[in-house]
């Protein structure tokens, strides 16, 4: 045990020295020292904090993707409108003809005028019955065409609506990516901080913390109970185990956590919405005393993480970036809902 005695007090003769050595030593540029380098537990855990904080803004990338997706869809449906109502509009223009064309654009002459620009009357009044009818057909032409065009620059003007939304949605998905790149490049500039052998420590750290919460990437196959579609689903996810975690994927190499459960069950035959929030809007509510194979489970709230119930309190999920599809206890994370598709 060390002393705690109080130490000595310096003598006069050496408080003399100190305070005439003072002004001196308050001259010299003072040495900046580094800061010390974070523990391997402390590297670990800002680590999982920051692949947890990348997976918040993943789920509102994966929406801002679909959003854009959906908006480009739309836009070039309208575009295509576009097309062809401007070709009804030039093939109008061809019926029409030369003269009627130029009547629409100058208004023609005046009727009164032409008779009296005219050398045989009765011949004037013959052609004037027929040009009556011509004239009757040309007004509805000309009405056609008019009705045409307002839709037309109605159709073009939704169309840039469309773009423009586009637009925004892409610049959103764009802010989205630089967040989540920002988190993960400072995750890995911690690691590879870290030498060889503290590496090699912090990968038997996460080993050991996974076997003491009974989680595992291994292989294996599904023997529980579950049948049907919710069966065909749990065997999907069953086999992506080992897989890696990937932000923004559907497969099917990588996947993200929404990625896999909706993959999963689409192979069952069921279309689920892309996002955890989506898909948590979209299914049956089920209480966890309920809680069936095959039934999606979240996290911490209705749209930052979710994964596969396969029974025995246990689930399926694509967990973050650095590790795998696994299996692993409902109580690995704070429970939040579940539903049924």
Not at 4 to 33: E, N
Not at 85 to 106: F, K, S, T, V
Not at 223 to 232: I, V
């Amino acid at each position: 045990m060390g002393s705690h005695r109080r130490p000595k007090p310096p003598s006069r003769s050496r408080l003399t020295v100190l305070a005439a050595t003072a002004g001196t030593v308050s001259l010299l540029p003072t040495q900046s020292q580094a800061a010390p380098k974070p523990s391997i537990d402390e590297v670990r855990q800002q680590v999982e904090e920051l692949y947890e904080a990348a997976e918040a803004p993943t789920e509102e990338y994966n929406a801002a993707l679909v959003e854009r997706d959906k908006l480009q869809k739309e836009a070039k449906r309208t575009q295509e409108q576009v097309a062809g109502q401007q070709q009804e509009i030039n093939e109008l223009r061809d019926r029409m003809g030369p003269m009627a064309a130029a009547q629409y654009r100058d208004g023609g002459l005046d009727p009164s005028v032409q008779l009296l620009l005219s050398t045989d009357p009765d011949d004037y009044l013959d052609k004037a019955a027929r040009v009556d009818r011509m004239s009757a057909r040309q007004v509805s032409l000309l009405s056609s065409l008019e009705a045409k065009q307002r839709t037309l620059a109605q159709t073009r003007a939704e169309a840039v609506k469309q773009l423009s939304e586009a637009e925004k949605a892409r610049k959103r998905l764009s802010g989205k990516k630089e967040e989540i790149q920002g988190k993960l490049r400072e995750a890995r500039q911690l690691l590879n901080s870290l030498t060889a052998e503290q590496r090699a420590e912090l990968e038997a750290k996460d080993a050991e913390a996974d076997r003491a919460a009974g989680t595992s990437d291994s292989a294996a196959t599904y023997n529980g109970p579950a049948s049907g579609r919710a069966r065909a689903a749990i065997e999907f996810a069953y086999a992506q185990l080992g897989k890696p975690y990937e932000w923004g994927s559907t497969g099917p190499n990588s996947y993200d956590c929404s990625g896999l459960t909706g993959a999963a069950w689409r192979a069952a035959g069921v279309s689920l919405p892309r996002t955890v929030q989506e898909q948590y809007a979209a299914g049956r509510k089920v209480a966890k005393s309920d809680l069936q194979p095959g039934d999606i489970i979240y996290w911490y709230n209705s749209s930052q993480h979710n994964g596969i119930y396969i029974g025995d309190g246990k689930a399926v999920h694509a967990p973050r970036t650095g590790k795998n599809i696994e299996i692993t206890p409902l109580s690995y994370m704070p429970y939040f809902a579940a539903t049924r598709p």
